[in-house]
Antibody, heavy 116, light 108 residues
Framework: EVQLVESGGGLVKPGGSLRLSCAAS????????MNWVRQAPGKGLEWVSS????????YYADSVKGRLTISRDNANNSLYLQMHSLRAEDTAVYYC?????????WGQGTLVTVSS | EIVLTQSPGTLSLSPGERATLYCRAS???????LAWYQQKPGQAPRLLIY???SRATGIPDRFSGSGSGTDFTLTISRLEPEDFAIYYC?????????FGQGTRLEIK
């Protein structure tokens, strides 16, 4: 059974930093690309970033480019999102999402609130 | 960037009725890499359809997807009470991955 468990969310002041983690299990993590998707309160889904299986290819939404950094540790089946220079508009639930090829499962999400 | 436009924004139907949701892309979606997700309040999205028409594991056969190129449809043949939720289309064939704005399916 595919499981994705995010952690690391919380309340942070504007301009602050946070590191999100996603622990993956139930599939061959090292073989698949992974994604971060966010959802602001009461809003729709917004893709944030993707990373290929080997970390060779990395993509970001324009809204986060230069401030958020995606990475992964295939030895520990973990996905990360380092967040810097956070803004109020980054407030959202952040989901770790597996690709369609492994069933398109998402974690339960972790809430990031950027507020003074 | 491929922009996905879903219609209608809200669909009000009764259990037992048929629901048809639409997703139009601003340009052709590569190899029909179009998915549909269902999201209920307080829950993560759940994959229903991938590749435009393939049902994900465990998804009831009342859900079906169709379409190609720029026009896609999600059909729920006979609505069950648990089907009332928000539905999103997603294209994953080209970067950046994009989502539609969602269709809210509500009980009439």
């Amino acid at each position: 059974e595919v499981q994705l468990v995010e952690s690391g969310g919380g309340l942070v002041k504007p301009g602050g930093s946070l590191r999100l983690s996603c622990a993956a299990s139930g599939f061959t993590f090292r073989s698949y690309s992974m994604n971060w998707v966010r959802q602001a309160p009461g809003k729709g889904l917004e893709w944030v970033s993707s990373i290929s299986s080997s970390s060779r290819y990395i993509y970001y939404a324009d809204s986060v480019k230069g401030r958020l950094t995606i990475s992964r540790d295939n030895a520990n089946n973990s996905l990360y999102l380092q967040m810097h220079s956070l803004r109020a508009e980054d407030t959202a639930v952040y989901y770790c999402a597996s690709p369609v090829a492994v069933g398109g499962f998402w974690g339960q999400g972790t809430l990031v609130t950027v507020s003074s | 960037e491929i922009v996905l436009t879903q219609s209608p924004g809200t669909l009000s139907l009764s259990p037992g009725e048929r629901a048809t949701l639409y997703c139009r892309a601003s340009q052709s979606v590569s190899s029909s890499y179009l998915a549909w997700y269902q999201q209920k309040p307080g829950q993560a999205p759940r994959l229903l359809i991938y590749g435009a028409s393939s049902r994900a594991t465990g998804i009831p056969d009342r859900f079906s997807g169709s379409g190609s190129g720029t026009d896609f449809t999600l059909t729920i043949s006979r609505l069950e009470p648990e089907d009332f939720a928000i539905y999103y289309c997603q294209q994953y064939g080209s970067s950046p991955i994009t989502f539609g704005q969602g269709t809210r399916l509500e009980i009439k």
